[in-house]
């Protein structure tokens, strides 16, 4: 158990709709990212955030949008979901930003859009 | 070309055998990770290391910074070390710890 915690485990749901993935990070972890594994394009870095704010960006849609709250959890929503949106959603945790420091990883969201 | 190549993509092993996946990075990096992924989903990170060798357990890893390849062992496989094994790298620079990830190695031990 790495400590941070990811809900729903399962999510379905239709195109067109949206929906909020919940991330808790590991007790005094400041920074939070978020990761999407899809069949075709693999892992993929999203987007970042430390202490509320957000770090750095990657590969994420303009329908996609993130934020990190007072209490360090972090809420990835999804809107206007797409086929294509199929995919395991991680957030991983580590206690600082920067390159050096281990990131622990949730056991991610798996959300099937039908 | 993918920044973060991993060789081979699938690998069969008998258990009790000596294994060896390769991952190779065209970027600079300050750091790399080895992560293993079960079936359910769950990854688990392994490793993190800059420089040198780590250990832990039958697992081994090392990093050749100058080289940029990385490679992580598994001595006396077993069936439960069957998942994909996948590295990803910290870039250099002010990437702010966002990782770039090789595409998995599907590793299957077989009794």
């Known amino acids: 158990d790495s400590g941070v915690t990811q809900t729903p485990k399962h999510l379905i749901t239709a195109t067109g709709q949206r929906v909020t993935l919940r991330c808790s990070p590991r007790?005094?972890?400041?920074?939070v990212y978020w990761y999407q594994q899809s069949l075709d394009q693999g892992l993929q870095f999203l987007i970042q955030y430390y202490n509320g704010e957000e770090r750095a960006k990657g590969n994420i849609l303009e329908r996609f949008s993130a934020q990190q709250f007072p209490d360090l959890h972090s809420e990835l929503n999804l809107s206007s979901l797409e086929l294509g949106d199929s995919a395991l959603y991680f957030c991983?945790?580590?206690?600082?930003?920067?390159?050096?420091?281990?990131?622990?990883f949730g056991p991610g969201t798996r959300l099937t859009v039908t | 070309k993918n920044e973060v190549e991993q060789s081979p993509q699938n690998l069969t092993a008998q258990e009790g055998e000596f294994i060896t996946i390769n991952c190779s990075y065209s970027v600079g990096i300050s750091a790399l990770h080895w992560l293993q992924q079960h079936p359910g989903g769950g990854i688990v990170s392994l490793f993190m290391?800059?420089?040198g060798k780590k250990k832990h357990g039958r697992l081994i890893a090392t990093i050749n910074i100058q080289e940029k390849h990385s490679s992580l062992h598994i001595t006396a496989s077993h069936p439960r070390d069957s998942a994909v094994y996948i590295c990803?790298?910290?870039?250099?620079?002010?990437?702010?710890?966002?990782?770039?990830f090789g595409q998995g190695t599907i590793l299957t031990v077989h009794p």
């Open positions: 990803a790298a910290h870039p250099g620079g002010t990437s702010y710890g966002k990782l770039t």
């Open positions: 991983a945790s580590s206690v600082d930003s920067g390159n050096f420091y281990e990131q622990y």
């Open positions: 290391l800059s420089s």
């Open positions: 007790s005094g972890d400041l920074s």
